[in-house]
Structure formats: C-alpha cells, structure tokens
C-alpha cells in the first residue's frame, strides 16, 4: 500500500512538471497582441487562454487590475471590433472605474457604444453613470437608445431630467427606451416624471407607460411604501388599461392591503370582471384569515365552471376544514362534470375519512368516464390512514355491481392488512364484474402472504369466461413475488388440491412465471399425465418457459408430438429459446439449430428456425443457412438469414461473409 502511495505521488510529480504553467497577469503581452488580430474563424484558443486568466484574477485584486489594464490596450482603435468586444465582455467582469475613460471614448463612436454599454453593465460606479450621460446628447440612432437602456439597467437616478426630456421626443422609438429606462429606475422624480406623461403620449406609448408605471409601484412594495404604491396601482386596474396590465396592478393593490385584499377579492367574485377573476381567485390561496375559506367558498355557486374550477384548486391549497367542505359541497351539488371532476381531485388531495361517502355517491351517480376515473383516482390518494381505509371498506361491503368492482380498484394503492383481506375475498365474488376487478387490484398488491390463497381462488373458479379474463392477473402476481419458492409453492400446493381437469390446466399455465426447476418438474410430469387437456396445457406452457431449461422436455415433445398443433407450439417455443441466445453463440446452439433442421418437416417449419437463425453471429450459423438457399420454398428466408449473419461476422470472418453474400446474390 505504502509503494502505490509513493508511486503515485511520484507519478503527480511528473504531471505537474509536464503541465506547462499558466501564463500570469504581468505577463501576457504576446497573448494581449495576439488577441488584438483576431477575428472570427481563426484560431480561437488566445481567447481562451485570456478568459481564463480572467477566471483567475477574479479573486485577486492586484491581477486583477494588472489584466484590467491589459485588456483596455485591446480598445485601441487599431484593434479589430471582435476583439474589442471581447475586450469589453471581460471588462464587464473584472472592470473597475479605471477603465472609465477607455470605454468613454467607446461611447464617442455609434459603432462601438454598445460595447462600451457591454462593459459597464451594471456595476456600480458614479464615474461610469455620468460618462454615460454626458456621451447621451449627442449619441444617435441604435447607439443613444443603447445609452438610455443601460443607464435604466443601472438605475441611475441622475438620469432621470435627460430621461424625462427624453420620455417625449418625437422619435417613438426613443421616447418608449426612455419610459422604460424610467421605470427600471423607478425612484420617487422617475414615477413623478412618469406619472405626469398620462394623457400626453402617444397611443402606442401609453401601454410601455403603464408597465413603467407597474415597476415603480412594485418597486414602492418592496421598500414597504405600501400606501403609495396603492395609488398608483389603482389607476392602472381601470379597464381602459391592457388586460396584462389590470392583472399585474390588481396582484399589487392585494399585496398593498393587510388582510391581503379579502374583501377586493370577494368584490370582484361578486362581479363581472372577467379579467381580474382570475388574479383574485389565485390570491385566495395566500389569504391569511382563517375564515377566509367559509367566506369565499360561499361564492362557487354565482361563478362560471372554469372560474369555480379555479376556486377549487385554491380552497385545495389553503387545506383547511372550511375548504374541505366547501369542496365537498360543489361535488354534489354542480351540474357540470368538470367541476365535480376538480371538486373530486381536490377532495382527494385534502380529504379524509369524511369526504369517503360523498365520493362514492358521486361515483355512483357519474355516467362520464373521464368522470369516473377522476372519483376512483381520487378515493385512491384520499389522506387518513387506517380510517379512511375503514371508511372505504364499509362502501365497498354496501356496493353492487360497477361501483364495488370500482371502489375495488380505488383501493390498489393501499395495502393494509385489512383491504388485503377484503380484496382477496372480493375475487370470490359471485358478480364476474367484481371478481375481475378484485383479481386485477390483487395482481399489483406484491405480497407474498395473500398468494397461496389467491391461487386457490383462481383453481376454484368455474366460469370459463372468468378464469380466462384473469388468469394473466393471477400470472403478474405470481411473477411480482420476488421469492420464488415461495410462488412455486404456491402454484404446486393448488395443483394437489385441484380435482378439476380445467383447474389443473389452468394452473399449468403459471408454472412459467414460477420459472425455478421445481416448476418445470412438475411441467414434465403434467406432459404425460393421462388426460389429453392437462397434456395440452403442459406443452402450451413449456412452449412459453421463460429459459432454455426446459429445451430437452419441449425438443422430445417436437419428435414425437402427440398432434400437429403440439408440434407447431413446441417448435415455436424451441425457436424463440434459440433466438435469446443469439446474444452469446457457441457450438452448443449451432447443434440446438442443426438439430432442428434436420428434424424440420417442411418448408414452414423451416422459415420459423431460419427466422431464429439469422440473429446467430456465427460462422457455423452461416453455414447452415447457406444449403437452403438452394430450396425454392424457403429461399427468400435463406437469403435474409444469410445476409444478415454475414453482415455481422464480415470483420472476423471477411472471406466467408464475402463469399456467402456473393451467393446470396445469385
């Protein structure tokens, strides 16, 4: 251990040594040169080599200021515009009110202005503000609104007169920048400047006023100024305003209010502003009264059936007993299907034992399926532990028909020891409706307890129709019990009880999803049994034993079958066992698929082995392929096997492949 450890240092040692050392802040004059020729399409590592002492000298105030100083030689006029661009991006990051005068003469050229803006950003800096304002007079076009924009990024109060001047200059353009870079302000001259605009705008300017006017009056929240952000949300909630605007006013003015605008909000329930509705039934949801519930849940009826839908989501979020009945309320008395739909998802996320009832008579009364399936999903998720279980299981024990077998499907995802019990004696019950729905829930529970007795209870079934429809549920829990002598014992402890020729032969066929060699004994026994259905049933199920074990019971029932249908199944069952092994070819399967090609009948027996056949990467595999292409009934499936095993051994076996895809051709 201690010889690893010196090797290993040993072995840093000699990295680091080979690892040329980065070049420092002082000195990179030759990369800074480099840098200021460069343009797209060339070679781009200088700049990465640049970034990253920027990276580095982040921390570290003296490189840094060392590399700021470098990095403004790269502002010179005489460099290319990428480069002082890129320039500019670092000075954004490591830029201090040394660079100011640098990127002041950026500010003298339209071209180069937004550059300069790049590099500013919004890093605190007076000297850099007021290099802004003074290159503003007589900036123009795509570079003076790029001035206006960044000093409203940087809040620059001292913006404020140029800007208001600004706010009504007859380029449109101009005037928009300016009122947004007022609002970005937001200070008490910028919403006085903003203010006193009302009325004198142009139309299309009136909607980037009052979304200034917006951000002032959140901004005023943030401070505390409640009463004064008030006023000014209050103009803006008028319905002469954009709707956006409404709503984002109408949330402030709730916000502004102490009781979170309770009796705002039950205004506009009562009335008919469809725009603002929305906003105020979301802001039920952060109410802080505690009775705020009762009082709101009192207005579901008077709204529209989206508006009640969105009512019900937010009693839903507040989850208190006032909500719960509220909801509950809307379950049983609206007409609308989607609103019972919500009313019942809700009930299921804030329910509890109390609201069982009322989910259940509403699913007996359901007729729409997407109806339907909103109640029994949320029966499944409604909170409560052992009571609601309790509650559930006394619905179930009065139910009949489609509404027990769906109270039983409710219950899929609880898994006491109780619903445990009662759905296993729901799969007896006389109703197939009920039965089926007990069995399909049974076959997900996943313990290992109940299957014995499920399985008896599938042996026992007399109604064919029945035992066929479930047989592939009491197959899925079989598999899911992860034990498997437990699910073999299961199945073979109800064979021996099982007198009926029918019960035996349905038992048969789980013995593949028991899959250990306790099963597939009993499988080779039930083969000879002396009833011919029992025989049948042990060769369908061989056919589908999930591994080659079972190769040698199913090869002797392919030689000498007991019928046709006997041969076909077990030949299926040998190919699709020949066919998983593909993955992993060996002299072994090529014998398997010799074997069955020259015990093959016909024609169709051999198209089923060649389909097999053609996944085995293997030069034997080849070979046997290779004769049948001269048998004019299966010469088409000879020429894809062919193909295919050649395409896939062509890199170690070259000669071969060529040679068998040249005849493949012919």
Same mark, same amino acid.
């Given at each position: 251990m201690k010889t690893k450890l010196i090797a290993a240092l040993i072995l840093g040692s000699v990295l *680091?040594?080979?690892?040329?050392?980065?070049?420092?802040?002082?000195?990179? &004059?030759?990369?800074? =040169?480099?840098?200021?020729?460069?343009?797209?399409?060339?070679?781009?590592?200088?700049?990465?080599?640049?970034?990253?002492?920027?990276?580095?000298?982040?921390?570290?105030?003296?490189?840094?200021?060392?590399?700021?100083?470098?990095?403004?030689?790269? *502002?010179?006029?005489?460099?290319?515009?990428?480069?002082?661009?890129?320039?500019?991006?670092?000075?954004?990051?490591?830029?201090?009110?040394?660079?100011?005068?640098?990127l002041a003469n950026l500010l003298q050229n339209n071209d180069t202005i937004g550059l300069a803006c790049l590099a500013f950003g919004n890093r605190p800096s007076t000297r850099a503000d007021t290099a802004l304002r003074n290159a503003l007079p007589d900036a123009a076009g795509q570079g003076r609104l790029q001035i206006i924009s960044t000093l409203g990024n940087r809040r620059d109060a001292k913006a404020v007169i140029p800007l208001a001047i600004l706010a009504r200059d007859a380029d449109s353009l101009v005037a *928009?920048?300016?009122?947004?870079?007022?609002?970005?302000?937001?200070?008490?001259?910028?919403?006085?400047?903003?203010?006193?605009?009302?009325?004198?705008?142009?139309?299309? +300017?009136?909607?980037?006023?009052?979304?200034?006017?917006?951000?002032?009056?959140?901004? +005023?929240?943030?401070?505390? &100024?409640?009463? !004064?952000?008030?006023?000014?949300?209050?103009?803006? #909630?008028?319905?002469?305003?954009?709707? %956006?605007?409404r709503r984002g006013a109408f949330a402030g003015l709730l916000r502004c209010e102490r009781d979170g605008g309770e009796q705002r909000i039950l205004e506009t329930l009562r009335g008919n502003d469809a725009v603002l509705k929305p906003v105020a039934i979301v802001a039920i949801r952060e109410l802080p009264s505690k009775g705020a519930s009762e009082r709101l849940g009192r207005e579901l009826p008077g709204l529209t059936p989206m508006e009640q839908v969105w009512l019900i989501e937010?009693?839903?979020?507040?989850?208190d007993a006032a909500a719960r009945v509220a909801v509950a309320s809307a379950l049983s008395a609206s007409a609308e299907s989607n609103v019972r739909q919500a009313a019942a998802q809700a009930l299921g996320q804030i329910g509890d034992a109390s609201v069982i009832g009322k989910l259940?008579?509403?699913?007996?009364?359901?007729?729409?399926?997407?109806?339907?399936?909103?109640?029994?999903?949320?029966?499944?998720?409604?909170?409560?532990?052992?009571?609601?279980? #309790?509650?559930?299981?006394?619905?179930?024990?009065?139910?009949?028909?489609?509404? /027990?077998?769906? +109270?039983? &499907?409710?219950? =899929?995802?609880?898994r006491s020891a109780e619903v445990l019990t009662a759905l296993l004696n729901e799969t007896g019950h006389p109703d197939p409706i009920v039965a089926r729905?007990? %069995?399909? !829930?049974?076959?997900? =529970?996943?313990?290992?307890?109940?299957?014995?007795?499920?399985?008896? /209870?599938?042996?026992?079934?007399?109604?064919?129709?029945?035992?066929?429809?479930?047989?592939? %549920?009491?197959?899925? =829990?079989?598999?899911?019990?992860?034990?498997?002598?437990?699910?073999? &014992?299961?199945?073979?402890?109800?064979?021996?009880?099982? #007198?009926?020729?029918?019960?035996?032969?349905? *038992?048969?066929?789980?013995?593949?999803?028991?899959?250990?060699?306790?099963?597939?004994?009993?499988?080779?026994?039930?083969?000879?049994?002396a009833d011919a259905r029992v025989r049948a049933a042990a060769v369908r199920a061989l056919a589908e034993w999930p591994d080659a074990s079972a190769w040698n019971a199913l090869?002797?029932?392919? /030689?000498?079958p007991e019928s046709d249908s006997h041969r076909l199944l077990s030949l299926r069952g040998l190919t699709r066992m020949a066919g998983d092994a593909n993955a992993r070819p060996d002299a072994a399967l090529i014998g398997r698929y010799r074997d069955l090609l020259d015990g093959a009948r016909n024609d169709d027996e051999r198209k089923l082995i060649l389909s097999a056949l053609g996944g085995a990467a293997h030069l034997d595999a +080849?070979?046997?392929a290779l004769p049948l292409l001269d048998v004019p009934g299966v010469r088409a499936e000879a020429e894809v096997a062919v193909k295919k095993i050649a395409g896939a051994i062509k890199n170690q076996h070259p000669d071969a492949a060529k040679a068998a895809l040249e005849r493949a051709s012919k």
């Open positions: *680091l040594a080979a690892t040329p050392p980065a070049a420092t802040a002082a000195d990179h &004059s030759a990369l800074i =040169a480099s840098v200021a020729k460069w343009e797209s399409g060339q070679d781009i590592q200088p700049l990465f080599q640049l970034e990253e002492l920027v990276r580095e000298a982040v921390g570290n105030r003296k490189s840094r200021a060392e590399l700021e100083l470098a990095l403004l030689k790269l *502002l010179a006029p005489d460099c290319t515009f990428e480069a002082r661009r890129f320039a500019c991006q670092q000075l954004a990051i490591i830029g201090s009110d040394a660079s100011v005068p640098a *928009l920048t300016a009122i947004q870079a007022l609002g970005k302000i937001a200070n008490a001259p910028a919403r006085k400047t903003l203010t006193a605009l009302e009325g004198q705008l142009k139309p299309e +300017l009136q909607i980037t006023l009052a979304d200034a006017l917006l951000r002032c009056a959140d901004e +005023l929240v943030k401070s505390g &100024s409640r009463k !004064v952000a008030a006023a000014v949300y209050e103009p803006l #909630t008028a319905q002469s305003q954009p709707a %956006f605007i937010s009693l839903a979020a507040r989850n259940t008579q509403a699913l007996a009364a359901a007729k729409d399926e997407a109806e339907v399936n909103a109640l029994v999903a949320a029966l499944a998720i409604v909170p409560g532990g052992h009571a609601t279980d #309790t509650a559930v299981l006394n619905e179930l024990n009065a139910a009949q028909g489609k509404v /027990r077998a769906q +109270l039983i &499907s409710s219950l =899929a995802n609880r729905a007990a %069995f399909r !829930v049974m076959s997900r =529970a996943g313990a290992e307890d109940p299957l014995p007795l499920l399985v008896n /209870r599938f042996a026992v079934i007399r109604d064919a129709e029945l035992r066929a429809d479930v047989e592939g %549920f009491v197959e899925q =829990a079989v598999a899911g019990t992860e034990n498997v002598a437990t699910r073999t &014992s299961a199945v073979r402890g109800a064979l021996r009880q099982a #007198t009926e020729v029918e019960a035996r032969a349905a *038992l048969l066929t789980l013995l593949p999803a028991c899959g250990d060699a306790a099963a597939l004994e009993t499988l080779n026994e039930a083969a000879n049994d090869a002797a029932v392919w /030689r000498n +080849l070979n046997l």
